[in-house]
């Protein structure tokens, strides 16, 4: 019979269009689950990186506000005092944040003090130490003059990019915190081997080859100085503090170039590549305190 055959017919049909209804309704479902967890892994995406931009602005903004690490050992005032047979003066290190502590020197003493602000990526400077090193020592060595060196972070800019003024003050303080004694013989190799402006300067493996060559002890934590540029923060507070002054016992207010060369406070503005020049300030100089801290015999008067 086809009665019986026509209705099985319709109602399947019918159970196809409902099975066709259910299967739009769950890709609907299915879709709408799936905007649902893009939108969150969209949301929690951009979470991310809206708090690594938090946290990097963070860290920009603590790096410039903190303090500089604590100074070398021994540059108390920002500069080393080297005195007779090359020895060094000791003095704690500044802490972060503390002012210098100006070195004390008598004039009447008879021992010349000789300070100098330097840059070590400065031709001028080059100069001046080329000129006169050999009789600065000598007078150091013999007890005639202390000389206090301030190494300063000024010509960054003539390195292209490798800031070898920092770099290179920062490995003399680490040779003055860990190996002071021989601090004068390795600031002379770095004018000895002193780079050209605007060159890339020396780099790091050279600057603990140098202080090799200058017999430090503590070989390795100079190198780990110089490799982490440890007193990096420490250089260009000094250097700040020097440009912007006072100098202490003197009546320069501030460092305007280098090599400021002061002697008893007094400073030089001479010629950097003539020895017998400097020397004969020094003499005048320190004659100028010795007859200033002689009295002068008062005569006696017959009774």
Not at 103 to 113: H, I
């Amino acid at each position: 019979m086809t009665i019986g055959a026509s209705g099985d017919s319709r109602q399947s049909k019918n159970q196809r269009r409902e099975a066709a209804r259910e299967k739009a309704k769950q890709l609907r479902e299915e879709q709408r689950k799936k905007d649902v967890r893009n939108r969150v892994i969209l949301i929690s995406s951009l979470s991310v990186v809206v708090i690594a931009i938090i946290v990097g602005i963070t860290l920009v903004i603590t790096s410039t506000l903190k303090p500089a690490g604590p100074g070398p050992l021994n540059m108390a005032s920002d500069g080393i005092t080297i005195g007779t047979g090359f020895t060094a003066v000791t003095t704690p290190a500044l802490a972060s944040g503390e002012s210098p502590v100006p070195t004390t020197n008598d004039p009447a003493s008879g021992v010349v003090d000789i300070r100098m602000y330097i840059d070590y990526m400065c031709p001028y400077c080059g100069q001046f130490e080329t000129t006169n090193n050999t009789q600065i020592g000598d007078w150091v060595k013999s007890g005639a003059a202390t000389v206090e060196i301030h190494p300063l972070s000024i010509l960054d800019r003539s390195s292209l990019g490798t800031a070898y003024s920092t770099r290179a003050a920062n490995a003399a303080a680490c040779v003055a915190n860990y190996s002071p004694d021989q601090f004068w013989a390795f600031n002379g190799l770095l004018y000895t081997n002193q780079p050209a402006e605007n060159t890339s300067g020396l780099d790091d493996s050279t600057l603990k080859d140098l202080a090799s060559q200058a017999g430090v002890t503590a070989q390795g934590d100079i190198g780990s100085c110089i490799d982490s540029k440890q007193f990096k923060g420490w250089v260009a507070d000094a250097t700040s503090r020097a440009l912007q002054g006072p100098l202490p016992n003197t009546s320069e207010t501030a460092v305007t170039g280098t090599p400021t060369v002061l002697v008893n406070g007094q400073k030089y503005t001479g010629s950097l590549t003539d020895a017998n020049a400097f020397s004969a300030f020094v003499v005048q100089v320190a004659g100028e305190a010795y007859s200033t801290a002689t009295p002068t015999p008062t005569p006696t008067t017959g009774s």
